[in-house]
């Protein structure tokens, strides 16, 4: 997770941004803000490096206090219309970050919409951001979570950041995730699906290139109307 602050860039909740950092002046790469736009120039990020990726792998090892990000050209469609009254978000790993930016602007919404958000990881230290998510789910009655993992152990590899941050936790701060019995099981795409179809739902996807590619086929092919997709 990244936090910036600077200039105040146009963009629209659920939009990614062409993100340029100073160890790879040449490689731009699109990154979703968790946070809505912000008046005073307030950005988060949630970046996961991909194995053999050329920037991802850079900004999560080397990014440091004082470095300078160029944040421009926001663009895509992944939004909720006023009219929308009924959501599903399905986000799979760093695709939880767009979600978060609409969840949070909809929270400033009157009446904000029915939002159903299914969360997928293969397994529970993969939703790096359960702790968050469950906080907002309590103080909003129009939000339902719904955690998914492929499988309900984490494996045996080590994981800096979860580790980091467990030890935060088993420190200073209650449990404030998911218990054993909220998480459903299977690929978040299946699951979603096989409780579709949304009809009268907009229905928002973001996650990898793979994860995104699954769950529109697995939507479409059980009845989800195209029209009613948006995926980032
Ligand atoms: C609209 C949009 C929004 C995005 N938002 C985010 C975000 O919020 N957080 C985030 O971490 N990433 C996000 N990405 C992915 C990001 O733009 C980069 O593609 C990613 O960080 C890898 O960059 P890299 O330079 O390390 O890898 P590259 O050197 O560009 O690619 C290395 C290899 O990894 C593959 N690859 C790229 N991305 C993925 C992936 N997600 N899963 C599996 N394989 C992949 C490439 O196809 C290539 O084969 C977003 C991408 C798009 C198009």
């Known amino acids: ?9 146009d963009f629209e909740p659920g939009q990614s941004v062409a993100v340029t950092v100073p160890s790879s002046p040449h490689l ?8 809505p736009p912000s008046r005073d120039g307030k950005y988060e990020f949630h970046i996961r490096a991909i194995p053999a990726g050329w920037v991802s792998g850079v900004i999560v090892n080397d990014t440091r206090e004082g470095d300078i990000w160029t944040i421009d050209d926001p663009a895509g469609d992944l939004r909720v219309d006023d009219t929308d009254d009924d959501i599903v978000m399905v986000a799979g790993g760093t695709g939880l970050a767009p979600m978060r930016a609409l969840l949070l602007d909809l929270a400033r919404r009157p009446r904000p919409p029915r939002v159903h958000l299914f969360v997928g990881g293969r397994s529970p230290r993969d939703l790096y951001a359960a702790d968050m998510l469950s906080l907002i789910a309590r103080t909003a009655d129009w939000l339902t979570v719904i955690p998914v993992v492929e499988k309900m152990t984490d494996p045996m590899y080590r ?7 467990e030890t935060r936790r088993l420190q200073t701060a209650p449990d404030t995730g998911f218990g054993a019995g909220d998480y459903l099981q299977g ?5 979603v699906a096989r409780r579709g179809p949304y009809l009268s739902q907009r229905v928002l996807v973001c996650g990898s290139p793979a994860m995104s590619a699954f769950t529109l086929r697995a939507l479409t092919t059980t009845g989800t109307p195209v029209a009613n997709i948006r995926h980032g």
């Open 1 to 9: 997770m990244v936090r910036l602050v600077g200039d105040v860039v």
């Open 28 to 35: 731009p790469r699109r990154y979703s803000p968790a946070l």
């Open 159 to 165: 994981d800096e950041y979860f580790d980091a941050a």
């Open 187 to 191: 690929r978040v795409g299946e699951v």
